[in-house]
């Protein structure tokens, strides 16, 4: 395959199939091409680059790496139909459910952790019931896919880049997989919605408020863009706080950034627009902090001011989180993000027809890129230290992660991508480089794969039990019953009544509530 194959996915303007060499009137920019306009080694226009058939080809192999990640999502989805409510779900139904949203909403607020977007959502499918958890996976497949693949659309039309048709669907679809799914916990992560509410669903509503930014055009376009980062900052910021940590630390870079790599142009608006994001988050977590419910967390888990800056809880965050960091480095699934980072990378090409090449300012982005995710992930742990302790680094915790992952797979797709552009001035076939990154986007969708399927099976055995418990224990309180035994039923390391031996009660008050009962005993004595 020659360099030059791409259809245009989001063209701005018409293209003429041509790829390499230098244009007199591409704005006075070098494309590679000496001065006497002779093209770089590499880059010259190869036969059949315009060709019709060519563009269709790899349009159609695009596409059909990008059903791979699809079709691990759509399977995730249809296997939700087992979920069954376990651990907080048990608190929130019955609330929901006498109370209406409001309930919920006021005792989050009032007694519980201060997180009122948090509650909203909680409330939003809790109020189906158990419906509402077998339809939470496809809704968060479906809304992670759509917020990343429209990014990627307008991220590449802003660059002015043009792509085959089906490769923003690929990129948007391995980000989305490899996010969801290349955990130790897919549980947790994906198919427990409260801790997908709380920790996987803020940082993909948070790249959501990228899209009005990066599609601004007009005065008023440039408007909504603020009232857009306004608004979301507050929300995630009462939704999750270590999505709003991340938050502000990627505003304060990019705001850092724009001295360096932004056009002067554009770059009082992206300052005024990450000076709005701040403000915003700062004012949510104002809302937050100050609740009564957010006070009473901090007592019940004793993480007051004090213990949370202690050196103590610096240090054993740091130890934390450098166990994280060895588990998410080795997880070879992630090579995926960046091999379609290179395929980007090796694909675009800009809406005048030449080969774009990378950013000058390449070196201060990767170091720039290397500093936020660690920073991010560092201060998420250490505000999540003082509740679960050692824990915090267990793969059974790992949706605590989930708030700087998807920045993660974000910066390897970055890098894939300066990496193709790289290659593609260098390499005079990138045919098997091509082929490479396409079994590699493959591959990583295997392991995913393998463990979905045997979760799978787990969940169906869980959901079975689970449907015959729920019956028995509905009859028992209709006959009048006050007291009845209840199994456990974990699965991923879940809470059930009657953990650490029988000893913790929690959560049984919540599952009598729900059934209407005084009190459930253990079932298994």
């Known amino acids: 395959m020659s360099d030059g194959t791409p259809e245009t996915a989001v063209p701005d303007r018409p293209e003429d199939g041509n790829e390499g060499g230098d244009r007199g009137g591409d704005r006075g920019v070098d494309r590679g091409g000496d001065r006497g306009g002779r093209p770089a080694r590499g880059r010259s226009r190869q036969p059949g680059d315009g060709r ?20 691990l999502l759509a399977a995730a989805s249809w296997f939700g139909r087992w979920v069954r409510p376990g651990a907080d779900d048990w608190c929130f139904l019955p609330i929901v459910r006498d109370e209406g949203v409001a309930g919920l909403v006021g005792k989050f607020y009032f007694d519980d952790n201060g997180r009122v977007a948090n ?86 509503l948070a790249c959501a408020a990228l899209i009005p930014l990066l599609t601004a055009r007009t005065r008023r376009g440039r408007a909504f863009a603020l009232a857009v980062a306004l608004i979301a900052g507050a929300v995630l910021a009462t939704l999750s706080e270590e999505t709003a940590i991340v938050v502000i630390v990627v505003l304060a870079a990019v705001f850092l950034l724009s001295f360096r790599v932004v056009p002067s142009p554009h770059r009082a608006f ?40 202690s050196p103590e809880s610096f240090a054993r965050s740091f130890h934390s989180f450098a166990e994280i960091t060895a588990i998410v480095a080795g997880t070879w699934q992630y090579v995926g993000a960046i091999a379609v980072g290179v395929l980007l990378g090796l694909l675009c090409r800009r809406t005048d027809g030449t080969a774009p090449r990378p950013s000058a300012h390449w070196p201060l982005l990767i170091c720039a890129g290397v500093v936020v995710i660690l920073v991010s992930g560092y201060l998420c742990t250490v505000i999540a230290y003082p509740v679960f302790r050692d824990r915090v680094s267990d793969p059974s915790a790992n949706r605590l992660w989930n708030d700087y992952l998807l920045l993660y797979v974000a910066l390897l797709v970055g890098a894939g991508l300066l990496l193709g ?71 991923s390391g879940m809470l059930e009544p009657f953990s650490k031996g029988g000893s913790s009660y929690w959560p049984g008050e919540c599952v009598a509530q729900y059934y209407r009962l005084d009190r459930v005993t253990d079932g298994s004595r």
């Open 421 to 491: 552009l790289a290659l593609r001035r260098r390499a005079w076939h990138t045919g098997p480089v091509r082929a490479a990154c396409a079994v590699l986007c493959v591959l990583a969708c295997f392991g995913p794969a393998v463990s979905l399927l045997r979760l799978d099976t787990d969940m169906q055995a869980r959901a079975e039990k689970w449907d015959a418990q729920d019956r028995r224990l509905k009859q028992g309180a209709a006959s009048g019953d006050r007291v009845l035994p209840y199994d456990r039923l974990v699965i």
């Open 119 to 204: 509650a909203l959502l909680v409330g939003a499918y809790a109020e189906f019931q158990v419906a509402g958890h077998q339809w939470f996976p496809l809704v968060s497949a479906v809304l992670t896919l759509a917020v990343l693949w429209a990014a990627t659309v307008a991220a590449l039309r802003r660059a002015e880049f043009t792509v085959p048709r089906g490769l923003p669907l690929l990129v948007a679809a391995m980000m989305s997989a490899l996010f969801l799914f290349a955990t130790a916990n897919t549980y947790k992560t994906f198919y427990w919605p409260a801790a997908s509410v709380s920790h996987t669903m803020p940082p993909v």
């Open 270 to 309: 992206l300052r005024l627009w990450c000076a709005a994001g701040v403000a915003g988050t700062v004012a949510g977590a104002l809302v937050l902090i100050t609740s009564p419910g957010s006070v009473n967390r901090r007592h019940r888990f004793g993480a007051q001011t004090a213990s949370l800056l």
């Open 52 to 71: 019709p058939e060519k563009r269709r080809w790899t349009s159609l192999w695009v596409s059909a790496v990008a059903l791979v990640p699809l079709a």
